[in-house]
């Protein structure tokens, strides 16, 4: 399995990003923001810096975290398809053809009509992924419809596609407190997978409102199972490291140089753990 990271979890400088990812030997990177600017905003001359330092440090672009989807789902989805068009040219002058997505935070509450319209939505953007040789990845989040394991079942077995894949984000499962994730939910889930977060999380205990972020490994996302049950599969795609460990932002987080090494340092026991080797 290869190992990433969200670049702008370290700096926002982009080329201090990619030193920090030498000095940790890390071989690719999510690209979510650099110099302070969304991936989503990037103009051809930010692509084209971001493609010649990519080349320069020898580092590939694994995936764009993008932000599409972290919207109202009453929005006109023409924004958001217009976006992805938009992303999905980047994608490929950055040499890939991943896209990160969120489902779209809800109206009212988590029924079933906000479920469908996601699904709607999802399905929209997948046929445009679809048309432009795209890859989209779902990630679960807090507060959108996809937040808990099942209706994440839900969106994705309504939207099986090549196209539309899933990622599994542990610390994000706990923050919604979903408790014994893999135990529970790798059945059903695993076939969708497409992309793994490295994240983790303790579960609220008493009057907390809010779970703490942790290293992988030190809350309750079972990310030990998780690793091990990957490797059984026989999954040899990417680990992406997205730490959070010291902010945590509607549309980012962050986490340092020192806590980027802390997360690598975490996730490299836990895969020797696992008996898991890392690919360059």
Known sequence: MKISAFGDEIA????EQLQVLNDLAIPLIDVRAAWG???SQFTAEHSARVKALCDRYGIAVSCMGSPIGKS???DPIAIESERLKHIGAVAHALGTRDIRLFSFYPEGGHDAAALQQSIDRLGTLTQI???NDLQLLLENERGVVGDL???CLQIMQSIDSPHFRFIWDPANFVQCG????????????HPYIGYIHIKDALLPEGGEERSTVTVAGAGDGQLLELLSRLKESGYDGVLSLEPHLLEAKHSSGFSGADGMALAVAALRELMS?????ESE
């Open 149 to 151: 394991p099942e209706r």
């Open 72 to 74: 109202p789902i009453a």
């Open 178 to 189: 979903a408790a014994d994730q893999v135990d529970e939910w790798w059945d059903a889930l």
């Open 273 to 277: 753990a696992a008996g898991i080797e």
């Open 37 to 39: 600017v969304n991936c």
């Open 129 to 131: 992924a679809a048309e």
């Open 12 to 15: 926002v400088d982009f080329e």
